[in-house]
Every structure is written in C-alpha cells, then in structure tokens.
C-alpha cells in the first residue's frame, strides 16, 4: 500500500513538472482539444499495404507537403500519394541513385522536399523534379540518417557513422568536429528556443551544442539508454527524449521518465498544435493529452497489430499517419464513429437490436441469439438457461421490477433475476416468431409478431388481453414496427398492410402508402417531440400527417438503397439507416421541403470510408439513441457508434492538380504542353487532394472550347479526348471534399496541338498560291497549245502549200519528161529507142520515189505504232538487197555491225522507213571522185535503248544546210534530185517513235546520221 502511495505521489509530481514545462496556454488550449477528442481506441484507422498500392510495407516516414501530396519514404524507394494513385520514384526512374532506401522526408519553408538517403546523399525534390543536393566544402556523407532546416536555410545533416555536418545558406559543407562525435550515427536533430541544437545519437547518448560548447548526457547521467532515436520539443520548451528503453522528458535542465512508456523503444514523438504527443513504439501508438493529464496506450486496432512503428505525421485535414515497420501506412482519424465489435467483446457481429434501460445499461440482440450487456465500457454476455436454439433475437424491453422481456423468433422470453420463462401459444400466443416489444404508458406490454398480428400483454395480469390480426382490426399479421405517441396511440407498421393507428379505446384505423400495399413494408416509425409522424418503407422515406403520406425527395439516391430505420440526434437532424451507411438529414432542410422552399432534400451519407467497420447497417432492424445522445447503429460486422457532436465537417476545400497529360508516345507535367501532330489520344490525369475520405471526393472538368459545360465526374480521376484538331485548349477540373466543400479555382493545363503542315494557314496561303499559279499556267498552257496547235495548223498550211506546189512540179515535171521524149521519139525516126525507154523509166523511178514518199508520209502521221522485236542484223540487210538496184555496179561498199542483248521493240515498218531514206541517201549522194565509197551501218542496242549510226564517204552536206535538211521539200544543193521528203519524213517518224535524230556532216567528208531510240514494249 504504501509502495502505491509513493508511486501515485511520483507519477502526480511528474505529471505537474510536465504542465509548468509546457505553459499555462498549452493547458488553456488543450483542454477543450481533449474533451473533443475521441480515445485511441475509439478512433478510425485506414491501413495502405502493398496489397491496395504500396511498393512495401516497410515504410520509414510519410508527411503531407505544402502542396497537398502524401511523400512516403521506404527502403524500396519513395511513393507520391494522393489517396488513390501512388507513384514510385527507385532507381528505374532515378537512375542517378546509389539505392533506393531512404529514412525521412523534410519540407522546407519554399516547398522543397528533402530526403534522407542510406546510400545517396540528400535527395531534393523542386519544382517538379528531382535532383541530388550538391554542395562545397566538405564531402556529403552518402547515408544521412537525419535533417534539420532551420529558418535561416542552413541546414544541420546526420550522418550514418560519420558524424554531425551543417551546410550554410550558401552551400558550403562543414562537419562540427568533435572525437566522439565524428564517428556516430545521428538519428535525430532538433533547436530548442534558446538555440541549443540537440543531438541524439545511436550508442552514444544525447548531445547539445549550444553554438560553442558541446554537452553529453548519457546513462550515466540518468538517460534510459544510450541508444536515442528520437526528439521532440513541446510547446513549453520540454524536450521530449524517446530512447530504446523508453520515454524521458528534460525540462530546465531536469531529466524525468514517463513511466508508463517505460522499457518501450521509441521511434518517433511529434507534438501537434494542441499539444498532444504521439509517440510511434516497437509494442503500440501512445498519446499524451495537451494538458498532460491523459496517458493512452494501444497495441492493437481493427485486427492488425500497432508494432514496429517508425514515423507519425499530421495532414491539414486533421489525420494522423503512422508509418510501421510491418503493417505498411496508417490513416487514424477522429471520426465521432466508434465500432463496437467481436473485436471489443460482442458475442456476435450480427446485430438486430440496441435498447438502452435503467442504470444507462444497453442490451444487444444479435441474430445468433445472443444477449449483450454494455456498462461502462464493459461487455458481458448474458447466458441463457433457456434453450432458444440460436433464434434471432429481435427486441428487448425492461419491464417491471427491472423485468427483461426478449423477442425472439422462439417467443417471449421473460427475465427476472435468475428465473427464465419462455412465452408462447400456451400463453395466449397464436404465433411465436417476435419482432418487437414495447411498453407502453400504462406498463402494458405490444409483442409485435410475424405471423400472428399484435398481441396486448398486462404485466399486472400477466396474460394477453388482447390481440389484433387481420380479422380484429389490422390488414396484415406480419409486424415490422411499433410505436407509441404522446397520447397513448399505438402505430403499427405492417408487411403489406399499410400504416394502423390503434387508439386509447382500442379502435383502429389504416392508412395506406400507396391504392395497393402489397409488397409494402413499413420497417420503422419515428415519432418526434413535434408531433410529426417519420415513417421508413421500402418505397422511401415519408411524412405521415392528418392521415396523408407525403414523400421525401432526396437530391441524390445511391443506386440500390434501401433505409430501415430514422434516429433523430439533440439538434433534431434525422440520421437514416441504410444498407449503403447511414444517411444525415439536416432539420433546416426537411423544414424548408416541407414549407416549399425546396423542392429536394439534402443528404450527406456516411460509410466505411468515414469510419464505419461495417456500411451494411441490419436490415429492418431498429436502432437507438442513447441518453448521452450517441447514435447506436447495428450493422453486419457489430454495432456503429455515431456521436454527432463530435463529427465535425471537413471546412477545407481539397487541392486540386492536373497532373500529367498523356499522349499515344509521351507524359507531359509542365502546365502548357505543346504536342506534335498525329497523336489520337489524349489522357488528363488530374487528383485532388483530400484524405478524409478520398473515394467521396467529386469533380468537375471541361475541355475549353470542347466541352461547353462542365461534366461531372466521381472517383475517376481521369479523362481521355481523341482525334483532337490542331489548335490550344485549357483542361479545366476542380473538386470537392467528402463534405462537398468546392475548391472552384481548382487547376488548369494549356494543351496545344501542333497542325500537320497540310493544316497550317502557311499551308493555306500555298495551297491558294498553287491553285491560283495552276489556274495560270493552265491558261498559259491552253494559249501554248492553241498557239502550238496555230503554228502546227500554219505549218501545216505552209507544208501544204509547198507540198501542193511541190507536188504539182515534181509530179508534172516526170510526166511532162516522159511526155515530151514520146513526142521526141515520134519526131525520131532513128533507131534509138533504147535511150527513150531508159530516160522515160528513169523519169518513172522518179516518179515512184516521190509516190513512196507520200505514202510513207501518210503512214506515218495517221497509223498507230504497232512494236516487236527487232532483229537488226536481218533487218538492215533485207534494206540493203532492196536497194541494190540503185548501186548496179557494186561501186559501194556496205558495211553493218550489230551488238547488244536483250529484246529491244519498236514499230519495225517505221523503223524501215528511217532506215531506207538514210541508206538510199548515202547511195544517192556517194562521190564519185572517191575510189573508196561506203556506207557503214552501226547499230548497238539493249532491252531499253538502241543506237544507231549511219555513215558514208558521200559528198557531204555544207553547214549552212545542216539546219534545214530536216524541212519539207528542202534540198541541199542543186544536183539533188530528190522529192525533200525524205529527211522530213525520217525527222517525223523517230520522234513518233520517241527517240531523236542527229547529223554530222563535211563537204566531199561525207555525212553520219545518228539515231535514238528509246524500247516501246508491245500493247498487252
């Protein structure tokens, strides 16, 4: 006894050391923190795993920066989060890592994230991008365990076994040289107000340094242990010294254990504006209250064990983040929604019925037959002589003499003190499957059937007076409710019987939801201190009034709710039970339906993720207002403690970001982004970032000038547009938290599409240009061709008027020839006959060459080319014996050399014509001065083209007639005594056969025709 006294005495004068260190404000302050605060154990946890997102479960530090993101820290690398995304940053995005482990994260005042690295340094996250901290001086130490920023910007860097470093605002490095220092690992750094920095090492004990001069405390010195892994100043200027052993506190100069923390690593300690400390342990959370009065401890929450904590952190919406060493990121949050579970001691998780009786001692029915009772905090389950076969247990009522009366699907059970009786069809029970029990004014007792109607019970009697069915005034045996009002009327809500008032003088009266109530079920009635009648159906939520149902028109109905049951909290707000969570009605807004100020009421709907265990609340099961004015909830997994003066509304718009824009090839996170063409997709990501309920948060975006409204969007936090026109849009989204507070400004990214050249203006103006130089040279082309078609008409004209002329003179001139030696020869009576035939067959021949002209002529120009092969060789000679007649005497000699490969075609009958006038030309026009005359005919050829060459040792052809030897009935000299066809006819036949035509000549040299001509396959 006397130890206990001396122990509570120590701990009393612990605790007062304690609230003198942390001032007079931090109590003032604190004290309504902690009156609205909920217990550890009362308190909602969200746990993040690898198995919905993390990289590890490992994870080191976590805080939530300026900007709004959750910056997680793990020996596998770094983790943005904003609630649904998570993004790793290792070295496969990093490559300028050593490794991927890190210790802490730190923001400085500019938003710049500083990350503790165990092999690369301190890594800065800026504007957007990562980068190694590069300084002068001394070398960074490559594992840094710890940082300090001050306000200044110089920053103090614990190393890993290498001692203390501080960097000046300017970069430059220098270790604080010490013997013993200079080879520890430092795990912690803070500044007290004083400006002493505090150093907390791992083996070695606690340092400061007052700027000069160095001190060591140690176990010696009273410190648990030398082992220090954290640091912490509270708002009194209390250094708070978490060890490997356990909890110290330093307070001018005094050194003092908190006890219950005592033999307990811990890893982490932050103190937050009310100046609670949360402490991060190897065996559970703690917290100490701002007033340092209360002292928690929790090892376990929710199923998972609170061990190997590293980190806690707190977000700007309230939450604390735990980061562990095994059970990977930790959400707790004061929800005012406490869970009441197997986990806490229920029986049975599934729930049918909460009633609070006498002594303010709640009873719980569960579905397995089991019976509750909550006192202080305590759970003790009520065991049963009776044999109830696991029946459902429906209602609970206290009767007489503290008498408890169970509903059941096995009947009445009756519960006096140890003695049990179990009620049914012998007692004047026509049905025993129970649903509801009510006591009403005069002590008598409803049992509420589902089978076999109403039945009214005296306790005084003890026996059934009197029973209502569907023959004795209700519609229906099947009772969902019951209720009684201020006069003593008894309200019975049916399966498909509609609404039945039963009076004071026992008559009744039926009120129906809709003409026909079949399928029907009223599953609850409330009746408010205002008179008005709440009634909860399967069709919906209504009004009950002077015999009307008037129904409630929600904003929004969840797809597939269902409501069961309606509480109504001090401040007269409805809370609807659903299978979907609990739905909150504000007073104000049913008043203003009600009135026709509003034509929808507004609903906010809680579930899992505000703190429910379970959303499923119990179907067609009735729940409880508490005297202290909790809300008692049964759901599928136990009961939910609603406590509505401490669910408070998240007032904090969320940030909003686009985060990145996605194309078919690339990620773009700058806030104007240019694309190139030809991209189909286009995929904005965008987040806001609230993390009280982040599946709750809602969007709206727009496309400008796209989209012309705003389309709303839920829990998806991205959008694709494809085939986008080339041009600039601004991606537009904003967002609201759980409490549908808008953040209207939200975030905006510029997007340019770049046009393919064809879709520019330049392109446009060229396009116009071209059309517009097309149009002329069209019409410069057409005056081409009709002046070409002019000049070839006025050749043709001048060719034939020469011709004609031509033709009359070369025509007439044989004939009147011939004509003229008959007419000689007649006058001749000698005997020289001969000579006349001869003149006058020589004038024939002429004649015929200039027919053949003619003909050639005409072939030419009129029929199409007809191709095939050539065979050279057979061909030039064939030409060759059919001129033979011109050189009788063998005076020339012929000469032909054929090479090449392959098929070259061409119209042969053409190219017999060219090659006749050539060779007939040099037999013409050979020199008869000349003892060596010749014509030597070159052919060399392929599959595509062909070369051929025709020289001769001929009179040649003066250069001023080179250029016209090529015209129509042109002749070189006055000997000729050709038609001056010939040439013009070869001229025009190798360019109808594609190819071109050239001469070289000398006077008495003779003369070389060279021809080219390009392969003409045949037509197929």
């Keep these: 006894m006397r130890f206990n006294v001396y122990w509570l005495m120590y701990r009393c004068y612990v605790l007062l050391v304690l609230l003198f260190c942390d001032a007079a404000s931090s109590v003032a302050q604190s004290s309504d923190a902690l009156n609205n605060s909920s217990a550890l154990s009362q308190t909602s946890v969200y746990q993040w795993t690898g198995e919905n997102g993390l990289i590890s479960n490992n994870i080191t530090s976590a805080i939530q920066s300026s900007e709004g993101f959750m910056w997680i820290t793990t020996y596998n690398g770094i983790m943005r989060f904003d609630g649904q995304r998570i993004i790793v940053y290792d070295r496969g995005v990093l490559p300028f890592l050593a490794t991927d482990a890190f210790y802490q994260v730190y923001e400085d005042k500019k938003g710049v994230l500083w990350f503790a690295s165990q092999g690369s340094g301190i890594v800065l996250y800026q504007d ?82 007052n700027g000069t001069h ?63 400390k949360w402490f991060a342990t190897e065996n559970g959370l703690a917290r100490i209250s701002g007033n340092n009065v209360a002292e928690e401890l929790t090892s376990r929450k929710k199923g998972f064990a609170y061990t190997r904590l590293n980190s806690i952190s707190r977000d700007r919406e309230g939450s604390i983040w735990i980061s562990s060493g095994r059970d990977g990121l930790l959400q707790m949050r004061e929800t005012g929604i406490m869970n009441v579970s197997e986990e806490q001691g229920l029986s049975n998780n599934r729930i049918n019925i909460v009633v609070e009786e006498a002594n303010k001692t709640l009873y719980i029915g569960s579905d397995a037959g089991t019976v509750d009772r909550y006192t202080n905090g305590e759970i003790t389950s009520i065991v049963f002589k009776t044999d109830l076969k696991e029946a459902a247990i429906r209602d ?107 009076k004071n003088d026992g008559s009744t009266n039926t009120y129906h939801i809709s003409k026909d109530d079949a399928g029907v079920l009223i599953f609850n009635i409330h009746l408010d201190k205002d008179g008005n009648v709440w009634v909860v159906s399967n069709l919906g939520l ?31 707000n409805a809370w609807i039970t659903t299978n979907l969570g609990v739905l909150k009605i504000e007073h104000t807004d049913l008043q203003n339906f009600f009135a026709g100020r509003d034509s929808v009421v507004h609903t906010k709907l809680y579930d899992n993720h505000d703190g429910m265990k379970n959303k499923e609340c119990t179907g067609a099961t009735r729940s409880l207002v508490s005297s202290n004015g909790d809300l008692w909830i049964p759901t599928l997994g136990g009961i939910a403690v609603f406590s509505p003066d401490k669910i408070v509304s998240n007032a904090l718009p969320p940030p909003v970001y686009v985060t990145d824009l996605i194309t078919d090839s690339e990620t773009f996170v700058s806030d104007t982004v240019i694309v190139e063409p030809g991209n189909l997709r286009y995929i904005f990501n965008y987040t806001a970032l609230s993390y009280t309920a982040p599946t709750k948060i809602k969007f709206k975006y727009r496309l400008e000038p796209i989209n012309k409204t705003w389309v709303e969007s839920e829990m998806k936090r991205d959008v ?15 967002a609201s938290n759980n409490d549908d507070i808008w953040n209207t400004t939200g975030d905006s990214k510029v997007l340019i599409v770049k046009p393919f050249f064809y879709q520019t203006v330049w392109f446009y103006i060229i396009c116009f240009l071209a059309v517009v130089i097309l149009l002329y040279t069209i019409y410069q ?56 035939l001869n003149l006058i067959e020589k004038s024939i021949h002429k004649l015929d060459g200039f027919i053949r002209d003619i003909i050639d002529f ?131 036949t190798v360019e109808k056969l594609k190819g071109s035509i050239t001469v070289h000549s000398e006077p008495n040299q003779g003369s070389t025709f060279e021809l080219k001509l390009v392969s003409i396959k045949p037509a197929s």
């Design 128 to 209: 957007k991008k990562f980068k190694l901290l590069e300084v002068s001086g001394e070398k960074m130490p490559k594992s840094v365990r710890s940082i300090l920023i001050e306000d200044d910007g110089s920053v103090w860097i614990g190393s890993n076994n290498e001692g203390l470093f501080k960097m000046t605002k300017g970069g430059e490095l220098k270790r604080l040289d010490h013997a013993v220092l200079n080879t520890l690992t430092i795990f912690d750094i803070t500044k007290d107000k004083k400006g002493k920095v505090w150093i907390a090492t791992d083996g070695d004990g606690l340092f400061s340094f």
């Design 214 to 276: 160095l001190e060591h405390f140690d176990q010696l010195d009273g410190l648990l242990s030398n082992n220090v892994n954290t640091l912490a100043l509270s708002k009194g200027d209390t250094l708070y010294v978490g060890t490997a052993d356990g909890l110290q506190t330093i307070c001018n100069g005094k050194l003092r254990t908190v006890n219950f923390l005592k033999n307990i690593p811990i890893n982490d300690i932050y103190i937050d504006k009310e100046n609670r």
């Design 396 to 502: 609970i009522c206290e009767g007489a003499n503290g008498t408890l009366w169970i509903a059941s699907y096995r009947g009445i059970l009756r519960m006096q003190g140890k003695s049990e009786k179990l009620l049914g069809e012998k007692d004047g029970l026509t049905a025993i499957d129970m649903r509801r029990v009510l006591r009403d004014k005069n002590s008598d007792l409803w049992f509420a059937s589902r089978s076999g109607g109403l039945f009214k019970f005296s306790q005084k009697l003890n026996r059934v007076i009197k029973h209502y069915n569907k023959d004795q005034g209700l519609e229906s045996n099947y009772i969902l409710s019951l209720e009684e009002n201020s006069k003593g009327d008894i309200y019975v809500g049916t399966h498909s019987g509609g609404l039945t008032i039963i």
């Design 542 to 572: 209504y009004r009950f009034n002077n015999g009307v149902f008037k129904k409630i028109r929600l904003q929004a109905i969840n797809k597939g709710e269902t409501y069961f049951d309606w509480l109504e909290d001090n401040d007269h």
């Design 720 to 734: 694709e547009y494809t085939n986008l026109s080339p041009g600039t849009y601004t991606f537009r989204v904003m």
């Design 781 to 836: 082309w057409r005056i081409y061709v009709v002046e070409k078609r002019n000049r070839e008409l006025r050749k043709l004209n001048s060719e034939l008027d020469r011709f004609v002329y031509s033709a009359s003179h070369d025509l007439r001139a044989p004939l009147a020839s011939i004509l003229g030696l008959i007419a000689v020869a007649r006058l001749d009576k000698s005997n020289n006959v001969e000579e006349y």
């Design 858 to 988: 005409s072939r030419n120009s009129r029929l199409e080319l007809d191709t095939e092969p050539i065979k050279f060789e057979s061909m030039i000679h064939e030409i060759i014996d059919e001129l033979k007649y011109m050189d009788e005497r063998g005076l020339i000699r012929k000469i032909v050399e054929v090479n090449g490969s392959g098929d070259f075609c061409t119209d042969r009958k053409r190219l017999a014509i060219i090659l006749r006038n050539l060779i007939s030309n040099a037999y013409k026009y050979h020199n008869p001065y000349t003892e060596d005359n010749f014509v030597h005919v070159t052919v060399k050829y392929s599959g595509q083209e062909a070369t051929i060459k025709v020289a001769d040792s001929g009179i040649g052809i003066s250069e001023e007639h080179l250029s016209n030897i090529f015209k129509m009935f042109y002749r070189a000299n006055e000997n000729n005594n050709g038609s001056g066809l010939g040439l013009y006819i070869v001229k025009e």
